[in-house]
């Protein structure tokens, strides 16, 4: 399994189709983040925002790497379709968690805050409650699932905009809600633990939606 996910790591470092997602959420925190002064509650919260369709933008670009003939020599290599499955999960979940650790500190650099433990451990459970959330997005809309990557696209978009605005449904709208009411890291850190269990499971869903489809069509 480690083997896959530095194989397919180095497969979408090489291409460079991770750069401009990674260029957008760059941007994105820099804009929303710069010059603030504010609480670091509402900050992570824009970060975590930004966060979501970087991470779409990057599960997707990764299962779209290989075509149908070069993934099932991976397939065959690898023993079967879970286990490349699997590594591309994971292979996402350590192009986020790079992600995160930017979105932890450039806040810190464009801003003028004073963190605390609490701050950054919110920062790092909002990140990944979205990125959870964007990733299992990713894999519906990836070209495991959709052929034609225009009607992919269309549903991305659809099913952020519902991650964004499903008011008490989304964990990323109930999330992002609690962190812009609230005043204190401290006092968010256990409410928020909830959204992100929630989006953990959508990942799960959304991986096993995509390798029943996958394993259909094989």
């Known amino acids: ?18 750069v401009a997602p990674l260029l957008l959420f760059v941007g994105l925190v820099a804009v929303l983040t710069g010059s603030d002064a504010g609480p670091l509650t509402a900050t992570y919260a824009s970060v975590a925002g930004a966060m979501l369709p970087c991470s779409v933008w990057l599960t997707m670009a990764l299962l779209g790497l290989e075509d149908r003939a070069h993934r099932s020599i991976v397939v065959v290599s690898a023993g ?21 650790a930017a979105g932890l500190l450039l806040p810190l650099m464009f801003g003028t805050h004073t963190p605390g433990p609490a701050d950054l451990a919110l920062g790092v459970e909002a990140q990944l409650t979205c990125a959870l959330t964007g990733m299992a997005i990713g894999l519906v809309c990836s070209r495991l699932v959709f052929r034609r990557q ?11 905009l519902a991650a964004l605005l499903g008011r ?21 850190l256990v409410p928020t633990a909830g959204p992100l269990a929630v989006a953990a499971g959508f990942l799960a869903v959304g991986a096993a939606v995509t390798q029943a489809i996958t394993l259909r069509k094989a």
């Open 150 to 160: 225009g009607y992919a696209l269309v549903l991305a978009l659809v099913l952020l």
């Open 1 to 18: 399994m480690t083997a896959l996910v530095r194989y397919l790591f180095t497969v979408l470092l090489l291409s460079q189709r991770c």
């Open 168 to 188: 008490g449904v989304s964990p990323v709208n109930i999330m992002l809600t609690r962190l812009q009411n609230a005043s204190d890291s401290a006092d968010a």
């Open 80 to 100: 079967s379709h879970l286990r490349v499955l699997l590594a591309t999960v994971g292979t996402a979940a350590v192009w986020c968690l790079l992600l995160a």
